[in-house]
Nanobody
Framework: QVQLVESGGGLVQVGGSLRLSCEAS???????MAWFRQAPGKEREFVAY????????YFSDSVKGRFSVSKDYAKNTVYLQMNSLKPEDTAVYYC????????????????????WGQGTQVTVSS
């Protein structure tokens, strides 16, 4: 089992930055992690992926070059650093985890992750 708790959302102006945190507990060393977001009236959208062990990261085209992911093993926490924020980044952001390995072609599908945090709201004002 894996438990996830997100934090760090808030209101920021266009061009600003926020860092989201996802603290994990349980079988963290066996997991792959991802960030998704969901805007009102839209489907949940893949944002970023990182394996808890190893350094591979992947990002959606819409955030590539602006967002980054890092890990703090001591704190069992994954971070999503969001820079140059745009109004279209406004959404509830979710941290997700999967215990089994996943092929690259499947990392963008939310149904492939069995564990989810409660979500944190990010609002970018223009």
């Amino acid at each position: 089992q894996v438990q996830l708790v997100e934090s760090g959302g808030g209101l920021v102006q266009v061009g600003g930055s926020l860092r989201l945190s996802c603290e994990a507990s349980g079988r963290t060393r066996e997991t792959v992690m991802a960030w998704f977001r969901q805007a009102p009236g839209k489907e949940r959208e893949f944002v970023a992926y990182v394996a808890w062990s190893g350094g591979n990261t992947y990002f959606s085209d819409s955030v590539k070059g602006r967002f980054s992911v890092s890990k703090d093993y001591a704190k069992n926490t994954v971070y999503l650093q969001m820079n140059s924020l745009k109004p279209e980044d406004t959404a509830v952001y979710y941290c997700a985890a999967r215990i089994r390995r996943i092929v690259l072609s499947e990392i963008r599908r939310p149904e492939n992750y069995g564990y989810w945090g409660q979500g944190t709201q990010v609002t970018v004002s223009s």
